[in-house]
């Protein structure tokens, strides 16, 4: 009996999170600008691993100023942005201060959620290889599709 799994890239599945993140951004930047001297009130993001978290930010060259399990500070061109949660149950809320450019700023947030997803990705499937001959299973085909997901045809 074979077993297929589709590993899809996260940004294509949750897209909609992101561009919502960054329509918040938008939308309240003028606000931002005008009553809190460039702080953003906190977003909901889909970051819930800290470690991918920060190898997202560094692989961005971004300078991490303070890493715990739930709390990151960075600084995005002008902007800083902090990254904080209660628990490694939670996804983290992303604080931005000291917004200068919006536009700048959001497409830095983007490549860093895409960028975030591929390792997810990469992640589960260097997890799903390692332990697949602990399970008995061995993989019988292995296809990237056109979207970057990846099929694995697994013989249980």
Do not use: W
């Not at 899809?8 to 897209?15: D, F, G, N, T, Y």
């Not at 809190?36 to 190898?55: H, K, P, W, Y």
């Amino acid at each position: 009996m074979s077993i297929s799994l589709v590993l899809v890239p996260l940004a294509i599945a949750v897209s909609i999170t992101a561009k919502e993140s960054l329509a918040i951004i938008a939308e309240n930047r003028t606000h931002a600008k005008s009553s809190s001297g460039g702080q953003l009130s906190a977003i909901e993001t889909r970051f819930n691993s800290d470690s991918l978290l920060v190898q997202t930010l560094i692989e961005h060259g971004v300078d991490v100023k303070a890493i715990s399990e739930n709390h990151i500070i960075c600084n995005v061109g002008n902007a800083q942005l902090e990254y904080t949660r209660q628990d490694a149950s939670q996804s983290f809320l992303m604080s931005v201060h000291n917004v200068e450019d919006v536009d700048c700023l959001l497409d830095s947030i983007n490549l860093f959620e895409q960028e975030y997803d591929r390792n997810v990705q990469s992640f589960t499937y260097g997890h799903l290889m390692s332990n697949l001959g602990n399970t008995g299973m061995q993989l019988v085909d292995e296809e990237v599709l056109e979207d970057h997901s990846i099929l694995l045809t697994i013989n249980a």
